[in-house]
Nanobody, 124 residues
């Protein structure tokens, strides 16, 4: 069973930056991709970015492309999301997810393992 623990959320002013981390533990050998999603109040969960575990290929939602960067520290089994130029409308709970099924997916249904999320609040 893969376990994911996010950290790094917090309060930041509009235009600021945050770096989220997701530590993966236990039986990570079968993971082929990981991703970040976010969910704002009364909104559906939406795709933010994804990372192919073996090839390091990255995928981004159009809304964050050029401002966010997803990366991985292989030695630490940790996934990162560097978020720059944050906007108030990006206030949400950010979730880390892992997939054993499909790489580069933007659908939450392709990710079978989820962290509990970390709150990101962007003030105007």
């Amino acid at each position: 069973q893969v376990q994911l623990v996010e950290s790094g959320g917090g309060l930041v002013q509009a235009g600021g930056s945050l770096r989220l981390s997701c530590a993966a533990s236990r039986r990570t050998g079968s993971i082929i991709a990981m991703g970040w999603f976010r969910q704002a109040p009364v909104k559906e969960r939406e795709f933010v970015a994804a990372f192919t575990w073996s090839g390091g290929i990255t995928y981004y939602a159009d809304s964050v492309n050029g401002r966010f960067a997803i990366s991985r520290d292989s030695a630490r089994n940790t996934l990162y999301l560097q978020m720059n130029s944050l906007k108030p409308e990006e206030t949400a709970v950010y979730y880390c997810a892992a997939s054993k099924l499909r790489i580069g997916s933007r659908s939450e249904y392709d990710y079978g393992y989820w962290g509990r999320g970390t709150q990101v609040t962007v003030s105007s």
